[in-house]
């Protein structure tokens, strides 16, 4: 049968400006959390990591935010980039699985 | 810098061919990973491998699946007989810990027609 993708959340935003993608995650066990950009044709690229003890960790121009109590994860981008455009994406990480679970993601389009 | 490299990027092949697909994991790299993306959809996870083991699999690595490490260099995901629907970019990831960066190969698109 037709096989139809996933309709992905899109995210618009003018260049300069501060982006949040959000992510929610569904299982409370989850202890370690990724985010991953993926540009067109290529494989995700690490942006920025947090441990479940962690309720924000900051990078260059990123920074991701955990609510343990909503399962929920952000990645803040601060003055969003052309390059910045891509599809982003979460990861958790369960411990006793020992495996990742990939979010759909978010595509991000930069305005210039 | 390092990097994961993973061939051919693109391998057709005819329903119930066997094909192999090629990474060359980071070369400190303890742990590696295959996963695929059906085109629009996310990233699945399929199988990690750890000491020349497998150490996890998902319920998409049936028996058609096979993974190996032939020398010090090379990971290989096998499928023996190709289905339409295992058509997806399949990506090589590696790591030096099971619970850290993952580094992701450029992938290789997979077509069965």
């Known amino acids: 049968g037709e096989s139809v993708g996933l309709h992905l959340p899109t995210l618009s935003v003018q260049e300069g400006d501060n982006s949040i993608i959000n992510c929610a995650y569904s299982?409370?066990?989850?202890?370690?959390f990724i985010w991953y950009k993926q540009e067109s044709g290529k494989g995700p690229q690490f942006i920025i990591d947090?441990?479940?003890?962690?309720d924000k960790r900051q990078g260059q121009r990123v920074t991701v935010l955990l609510n343990k109590t909503v399962k929920h994860l952000s990645l803040q981008i601060a003055a969003t980039q052309p390059g910045d455009s891509a599809v982003y994406f979460c990861a958790d990480y369960l411990y006793n699985f020992n495996k990742f679970y990939f979010g759909s993601g978010t595509k991000l389009n930069v305005k210039p | 810098e390092p990097e994961v490299t993973q061939t051919p990027s693109h391998q057709v092949t005819q329903m119930g061919q066997e094909v192999i697909l090629r990474c060359v994991p980071i070369?400190?790299?303890?742990?590696f990973y295959w996963y695929r993306q059906i085109l629009g959809q996310k990233v699945e996870f399929l199988v990690s491998?750890?000491?020349?083991?497998?150490?996890?699999k998902s319920e998409i690595f049936d028996d058609q699946f096979s993974v190996e490490r032939p020398d010090g260099s090379n990971f290989t995901l096998k499928i023996r007989s190709t289905k339409l629907e295992d058509s997806a970019m399949y990506f090589c990831a590696s790591s030096t810990s099971g619970r850290g960066e993952q580094y992701f190969g450029p992938g290789t698109r997979l077509t069965v027609t």
């Open positions: 299982n409370s066990a989850s202890d370690y």
């Open positions: 070369s400190n790299h303890l742990y």
């Open positions: 947090i441990r479940s003890n962690m």
């Open positions: 491998f750890y000491n020349n083991e497998i150490s996890e």
